[in-house]
């Protein structure tokens, strides 16, 4: 593992959904506390206390939640959730001027509401309140007989395919209600934002593209911005910035391009998924 590699973290992993990357990744890479020193000769091991999380998108608001609102976590550390005191000093940055909740697709939530219930009950119950339940898929199209508006391409029950499918039963059904959700992007996250911390909301800063990131011979790192600002020093950062991450570039080339559109290295492109348009 390159000494890059150790200090910043990326989700270009993610595949599945950002609420199971964070659920995934968090025991092994955050809860074990030590990295190694990014500056060349840096040898020190440090507790990770300051972490930055570069994108507020979904994947940075839910790892937010789990590093500063999880009821497990804080009694872990002694803390109330509440309180400005958290198991982990988290600063988000993001490149956006601020939260256009109306940019964006749907999407739907099912294993991600699980991995919600996890971190904060309260903040899973917040996001099926905000979004639409999903009982049932069906897929058709314009009908070429006589008689008939449409012909039926598809249909499924998804209770049905849930209580049918091994595994799935006791992750997806709570309380006998299945745990599946439509939800508009822009509706999702900021729901996410406002069941976090006060403190932590604080912490959430606009306008901030990362254009470097620079080692200290502590371990330390600190970031800095295109509007000549920086932030730090961080014993860990995170990129949850998406396509065309400026982490991803870096984890590949060393280096960040001032314009998106031209990032480099093999896995800065990264399409997610199918995007649901809802009229």
Known sequence: RSQRSSTVFTDSQRRRSPFQFVHNKIKSTLLAARIDGLAPGATTQRPIQRVAIMGSGIAGLTLAHAL?????????????????????????????????????AGVQLNGGLAVLGNINT?????????????????????????????EKLLQLDLRDCVEQT?????????????????????????????????????????????????????????????????????????GCDGVKSACKEFLDTGRI?????????????VYSGNRIQYA
Request: with cysteine.
């Open 68 to 104: 500063t609102n999880s009821p497990d976590l804080c009694l872990k550390h002694g803390i109330r959730i509440g309180m400005d005191d958290a198991p982990f000093d988290v600063s988000l940055f993001d490149a956006r001027p601020s939260l256009d909740v109306t940019a964006g």
């Open 257 to 269: 391009s001032s314009d998106a559109s031209k990032r480099e290295g093999k896995s800065v492109a």
């Open 166 to 238: 091994e595994g799935l039963r006791d992750v997806l059904l709570q309380d006998d209600n299945l745990l599946w959700t439509s939800i508009m992007r822009g509706t999702l996250q900021d729901t996410l934002i406002e069941k976090l911390p006060a403190a932590t909301r604080r912490n959430i800063s606009f306008g901030k593209a990362l254009t470097s990131l620079e080692s200290n011979r502590d371990g330390t790192v600190t970031c800095v911005f295109a509007d000549g600002s920086q932030a730090g020093p961080f014993d860990i950062v995170m």
């Open 122 to 150: 309260d903040v899973q119950a917040a996001v099926l309140s905000a979004g639409l339940p999903v009982n049932r898929i069906q897929s058709r199209c314009k009908s070429w007989g006589e008689g008939r508006p449409f």
